[in-house]
């Protein structure tokens, strides 16, 4: 044990906070609390009581307290609250929306998304077709520069598959290998050479005089540069005139200028940042932490090719959240008609075998043997995964052999113009006729209606209602749940037909969701860590990409997940030391203002005059500033031996420093004009919006970091 704890808090000793990193590993979060004790039935009697029950709800129910939660909950009353957060349309979410201005691209429909920034598979058509730009004068200027990004792309990787080809004599067709090459794809539209003429033309003042040109104008200026002008332009400014150069300009003109090396990037960066602002920010708590569970419940991984971030924002913002808190048959039924659920599961190309599209494929092979490509067929990936993921389970009383039936019942289900408007369509020429047999019913032939009646039975039946209880359960209450409160959720789901607000009422009444047993006994997964440490802190989030990072590093991207299975909600994929010290290098990183765009402000909580790094002070004054952190932060007072520690460690200068070596963030692209702001965002500035903090207290910041990186900030 000791060698192991050594190893893995070696990084951190030098900065003076081994320590806490010694506490985690000898205090191991998956035996700090009972989640592993397997839970029984309990009374009324017993229950987590006042102050705590509220914490407790805030903790389950949101994605952490934010300062000043408790006392508002208590005003109302805690089953007021609740009440309210299920109807989430009742709620004023008006300052959320406010922020979530800073991304206009996703609140555009699904065809005047994709109409206005191609997709790469858009781009390699018009290239193929030599197709004509669109009419309208905007969108012919995106348009035509992402045309050009793509042409340099081909260029800069024909360029180096000749040279490879020329260093070990291969044949190879480079500008073929080329074509794959889209914005978007990872690949640098820049060339690693600017023509001089260009590098001069930006030199100086002309760069300036642009910089300082009213924002309508410079706007027209940049979009009439042709794509080698502009990462010239970009190239030649630094990082204050980088900033300098989006100010004042509108978020759509933000993110078209973002968008002109190629859209991927901008949507896909649009996608993340919004969805963790309004996780962060919104009001209607409950509704986004359903929206969380039905993404991570009906998951999709973003790379599954490259239309898929362009069917996202619809998928979340249409799909999930209007009925995250409603029928579970109407969101079964929804995501089974997703553009982005069909994609990612492959059923828009599933044809029935004995269908009218599939005879007339093979006719067309016969006529035409050496034909390019082969006829598509039946695709059994939505099936399996409807019914072992989305509804029976595991276990659920389904055999292969319903699995191909029901496969055979959604051919036809796919996307009319797939990478233009992107809309649900039932093709009647691809379904498979006749009789299908599935789960012991018999479907009889009816087209489009198979499919509904399919669901139907999957949504109502009592194994779905066992399968989405338990998911609930865990993500809520244990992650070994008590079978007496599974089953009464469960009979909750069957008798309201699904009603998710009826399942979630019955375990808020349940015993088992008071037991002090669970009280802080469920460890967070890494979105729910960051969310929560951002909300506790109060920071001001200017730039959510940065925090979209943090994810990353923490094992956790959204939309990451490759496998349809989603993220596990219980403890033991997200508990490693490795896994915990990142936890805290990021809580040293936030707290001390080393996030780009990410402003925490410690004097209202800790408002005692800092006491020198080199002095100690009272040691009185020191423990009630670390005291106030603790209940602003967690709620409620830390073990003593956690507080021994952060009083032990707080004067450690340098554990901010060494937490961003170790927690580093990549915020700037020099390379290119990727973005409207040197740091990826397509937000203002922060001190556009917060200001900065004034005297910053290091020994509030130091202590912050501590005690958010503690194990008792890990539970929730």
Known sequence: MAQTRDFFCSGLRTAGIAALCVLMVEQPLLAAGPAEKKLKAVSSAGQIQGEERVLHALNRLTFGPRPGDIAAVQAIGLKRWFEQQLQPESIDDSALEARLANFPAMKMSQEALMERYPSPQVLRQMERQNAPLPTDPLERVIYADQMEFYRIAQEKKAAKGAEAAGKDGTAMSAMDDAKAALPGDGVDPALPAMATHEEQLYSGLEAVKIINLPPDQRMQRLLSMQPKELIAFRRSLSRRELVDAAAGLSPEQREILAALPGSARMVGGELLQSRLVRDIYSDRQLEAVMTDFWLNHFNIYVKKNQNEPFLLPAFERDVIRPRALGKFENLLVATAQSPAMLVYLDNWQSIGPGSMAAQRAVQRQERNPDGKGKPLGLNENYARELMELHTLGVGGGYTQADVTQVAKVFTGWTIDRPYRGAAYGFEPNRHEPGTKQVLGVTIKPAGEAEGLQVLHMLATSPAT???????????????????????????????????????????????????????????KTPLEFVASAVRASGAEVANAQPLVQSLDKLGMPLYGMQTPNGYSWKAEPWVSTGALVSRMNFALVLTGNRLAGVRTDWAPVAPVQPVSMTTRGTDDAIAGKEKRLELELLGQPVSDK???????QFQDAAAQQLAEKNFSIRTSDPEQMSSALPDGSLYPPVEAVAGRPGVPDRQAEVMAGLLLGSPEFQRR
């Open 465 to 523: 209602a066992r399968f989405i209880s338990t998911k609930l359960a865990v993500r809520f209450v244990s992650d070994d749940p008590p079978q007496v409160l599974v089953d009464r959720m469960a009979a909750a789901f069957l008798k309201s037909g699904g009603d998710i607000k009826t399942v979630l009422r019955t375990m808020f009444d349940s015993p088992e969701f008071w037991s002090p047993r669970v009280y802080r006994a469920k460890v």
């Open 642 to 648: 956690t507080r021994a520690t952060v009083l032990q």
